[in-house]
């Protein structure tokens, strides 16, 4: 059973940074797209960014420049360090993985996790 644990999210004042970690187990394929979306209550969800099994990695351009993807040796964590946030930053991260990016893309990702909320103030 594939489960996604994110961890890492907070309070920050705006310019500060946060780091999320997503602690994934249980994952059935040689192959996968995992990474983030985030939401704010009454919006549409959307993505962040994304990284795949081959290091491949696409940011959303609210983002470029000011976050990064990352994923440990052992391919079982992926981190989001979120630099020089602001307060459209703040929202409901979600992990989100599949094995291609297809789902990804369209927003429609097989797995996810709980969520972490991040707020930052002005």
């Known amino acids: 059973q594939v489960q996604l644990v994110e961890s890492g999210g907070g309070s920050v004042q705006a310019g500060g940074a946060l780091r999320l970690s997503c602690a994934v187990s249980?994952?059935?394929?040689?192959?996968?797209?995992m990474g983030w979306f985030r939401q704010v209550p009454g919006r549409e969800r959307e993505a962040v960014a994304f990284?795949?099994?081959?290091?491949?990695?696409r940011y959303a351009d609210p983002v470029k420049g000011r976050f990064t993807i990352s994923q440990d040796k052992a391919k079982t964590t992926v981190y989001l360090q979120m630099n020089s946030l602001n307060f459209e930053d703040t929202a409901i991260y979600y992990c989100?993985?599949?094995?291609?990016?297809?789902?990804?893309?369209?927003?429609?990702?097989?797995?996810w996790g709980q969520g972490t909320q991040v707020t930052v103030s002005s």
């Open positions: 990284i795949d099994s081959i290091g491949s990695i």
């Open positions: 989100a993985a599949d094995q291609f990016w297809s789902p990804v893309v369209k927003g429609q990702p097989k797995y």
């Open positions: 249980g994952w059935p394929h040689s192959t996968y797209c």
